[in-house]
């Protein structure tokens, strides 16, 4: 089973938190050997499979996941190759309205791989380097001449988690808008988890931080920098940066029991989430697309997807050789992926390059839905296990 991880310290917000979780054994790596398949048939592990085979066992696992956590909606999406196993939506989006695939959802830590992708591109540029520290441009940080942009992005500076009910009341009025200044200084305000470097210590200030100085070292906003280097490159055009709540049309419902009483929680402000101009919607199309990019490293040069995809926190607990954290990403055997939660949305993507396979999901929680669920993994565990 996969188990949550977090910044040490912090009280962990439940369906709240942002960020990823993985266990050192998360999911098998896949078989050695691929099947040589006629027309018509996909490889599965050593075996080979018919397209039609696939979709149904994928709708199994998507219809038993719906049953065991009471799911209102799943939108999935599986390719192999050059064929697409499964595009579908599931269940509806509010009562009597059907959910589809063309509906839009809050993408949440998918969009710190974008803060990685265009952090990587400016350094391919020569305008920032990996080493540079915080205190080129904020000098006044702790110990802001050892926390580099490196450690920002593979969130080992030891900067303290601001995502914690004790200091961010998130549940008093979830509709309020946070400043990037006021998420930062309330996670500055706490102590350093470790020495800069000497940890991983999973904490959103790092992002908030390094969106700040993307946008001052460049004199461009994130969100701009995003776009530029990602959104318009892939054409993604049902993904946006937002400074408000708002999700552009067809929106997937969100709903969820966090405070107690099952709430319509589809725009409770994101604010806090991640940098400005990193907070973003998507559909379950620019989500593939975006995990099949990433994973592939067709925005980076050869060398700079290696940095991204680099074993930067290996030697860290709780990881190993073959599960870490990355540049804003998981590399968990062979696969790379994201998968984020907010408010009753869940959705990950999941890529193994070597055999061409591209997981995307995205679901939304339902009345009884525990609130330690994480359905999204139940997913693409399920249907990367099928197919590799």
């Not at 390059?353 to 525990?370: K, L, N, Q, Y």
């Amino acid at each position: 089973m996969i188990e949550p991880f977090h910044a040490s310290g912090a009280t962990r917000i439940a369906g709240l938190a942002l960020g990823v979780s993985l266990a050192a054994a998360a999911i098998a790596a896949p078989a050695s050997a691929e099947a040589d398949c006629t027309d018509g048939m996909i490889p599965v592990g050593d075996d080979c499979a018919g397209v039609d085979q696939l979709a149904s066992e994928i709708t199994g696992i998507v219809e038993k996941a719906t049953r065991d956590f009471d799911l209102t909606a799943v939108i999935v999406d599986v390719r192999v190759g050059d064929a697409q196993v499964i595009r579908q939506a599931f269940g509806t989006s509010m009562a009597g309205i059907p959910a589809t695939p063309d509906m839009h959802f809050r993408n949440g830590s998918v969009a710190m791989a974008y803060l990685s992708t265009v952090l990587l591109r400016l350094v391919e540029e020569g305008t920032l380097s990996l080493d540079d520290t915080v205190s080129k441009w904020f000098p006044d940080y702790p110990k802001a001449d050892a926390v580099t942009l490196r450690m920002l992005i593979s969130t080992t500076s030891g900067y303290a988690d601001y995502v914690n009910l004790d200091y961010l009341p998130l549940y008093e009025d979830p509709f309020r808008q946070y400043t990037p200044g006021e998420l930062i200084d309330i996670g500055l305000s706490q102590p350093m988890v470790c020495d800069p470097g000497t940890c991983f210590a999973y904490a959103h200030t790092n992002f908030v931080i390094l969106g700040e100085i993307l946008a001052k070292a460049t004199g461009r906003p994130t969100a701009e920098l995003i776009k530029g280097y990602i959104l318009d490159p892939l054409g993604l055009e049902n993904t946006r940066s937002e400074d408000t709540p708002v999700i552009q049309q067809p929106v997937l419902q969100a709903y969820t029991g966090e405070r107690g009483m099952v709430e319509d929680s589809t725009y409770w402000n994101p604010s806090w989430t991640l940098a400005r101009g990193a907070i973003m919607t998507t559909d379950i199309d620019d989500l593939m697309a975006t995990g099949i990019a990433i994973g592939e490293g067709s925005l980076l040069s050869d060398a700079s997807h290696a940095l991204q995809l680099g074993p930067e926190t290996a030697a860290m607990k709780p990881f190993n050789d073959t599960v870490y954290y990355a540049m804003g990403l998981v590399v968990n055997n062979g696969w790379v992926m994201q998968n984020p939660m907010f408010a009753g949305y869940s959705a990950a993507f999941a890529t193994l390059p070597e055999r061409g396979i591209a997981i995307a999901v995205a679901a939304t929680s339902g009345g009884r839905t525990p609130d330690d669920a994480r359905p999204h993994e139940v997913l693409w565990t399920g249907i990367a296990s099928l197919l590799a």
